[in-house]
């Protein structure tokens, strides 16, 4: 397991926080700002993934003080980024790891509320928590108040979206999975699960990491009085063709990963109309272009090597 260290201040480096960067610097610098805003003990160490950004302002970004900036030579995908961050925090003696989006706005007490919960966990049977996540805008309606699975398939629908925030999903309570957008991690959960699977690019890989988690014994949960905001896919908003490509093409590696022997048939009747649904709304749409993406990521998912060229369309 990870020990704790400490670092040349000699204060124990109790909290790492890393974040993924990709032409979006300035969100990026703003995160950081709300980051050290936030309630809690000991300053939280960050570390900032650059994926071969090319913003005008990654420079501003580099000028950051207290960050430890990674830069990479390419666009190396979500999974593959934050490995990298994880792997440079728990070389600092981080105990515990906050996988966070730039795109968020935070509450100052989010992290120490969960923090709370996972320190009064003796048994350390929680290995990730989650808080609530609302949209940025309407800022009252929930993205996220728990992971649900669905089988045969697996992937599950995220709890309370789209619902307006009065309290209904407020009980604090194991759940099947967290999003990619912010999770909690005990440190010891890697050594017993390992690091996201960078087959994944982006998508799907938060669902693949968590299932793991539960197969190793440990308990995810969410504390929904921790509640921080979310502007959706920011990141992919501008290439809809990228994000289509990326989300289908991720789950075809999900399936093929997870699903075995029997389980492929109701999987399969399930995707076929999902993929029939999906083709007859682009040519009702005439959008040609997202029927031939569309195709393509199945076929590359399915034999499981995405194209990563295809990421900048």
């Not at 940025?136 to 925030?165: C, T, Y």
Request: with cysteine; proline share 3%.
């Amino acid at each position: 397991m990870y020990s704790p260290l400490t670092n040349n201040t000699g204060i124990e480096n109790r909290v790492g926080i890393v974040l993924l960067n990709w032409n979006n610097s300035l969100e990026t610098i703003s995160c950081i700002d709300q980051i050290r805003k936030i309630n809690i003990n000991n300053t939280p160490l960050i570390v900032v993934v650059d994926n071969a950004s090319q913003d005008p302002y990654l420079e501003k970004l580099q000028e950051e003080e207290s960050i430890h900036l990674i830069k990479l030579n390419m666009n190396r995908g979500f999974s593959a980024g934050i490995n990298i961050g994880i792997r440079w925090l728990l070389l600092q003696g981080c105990q515990y790891i906050l996988v966070l989006n730039s795109d968020v706005t935070l509450s100052p007490d989010f992290l120490s509320q969960l923090l709370s919960v996972m320190d009064d966990d003796k048994d350390k049977k929680i290995g990730i928590i989650s808080p609530k996540i609302r949209y940025f805008s309407p800022s009252n309606q929930i993205w996220f108040a728990g992971g649900k699975f669905h089988f045969p398939r697996i992937l599950g629908e995220m709890v309370g979206i789209g619902e307006v925030d009065n309290g209904q999903y407020d009980k604090m309570r194991s759940i099947d999975f967290v999003t990619g957008c912010c999770m909690l991690i005990r440190s010891e959960v890697f050594d017993h699960v390992g690091f996201f699977d960078e087959q994944f690019f982006f998508y799907h890989e938060d669902v693949d990491f968590c299932l793991r988690t539960l197969k190793a014994g440990y308990q995810i949960w969410i504390y929904p009085q921790a509640i921080i905001w979310h502007n959706v896919s920011s990141s992919t908003r501008e290439i809809p063709y990228r994000r289509a490509y990326l989300y289908v093409s991720g789950r075809w590696v999900f399936f093929r990963k997870h699903i075995r022997g029997f389980r492929w048939i109701p999987v399969m009747l399930w995707e076929i109309i999902r993929y029939l649904r999906e083709i007859f709304s682009a040519l009702i749409r005439w959008d040609i272009t997202y029927i031939q993406v569309y195709n393509q990521a199945v076929i590359d998912g399915f034999r499981g090597k995405i194209d990563t060229l295809k990421t900048n369309h």
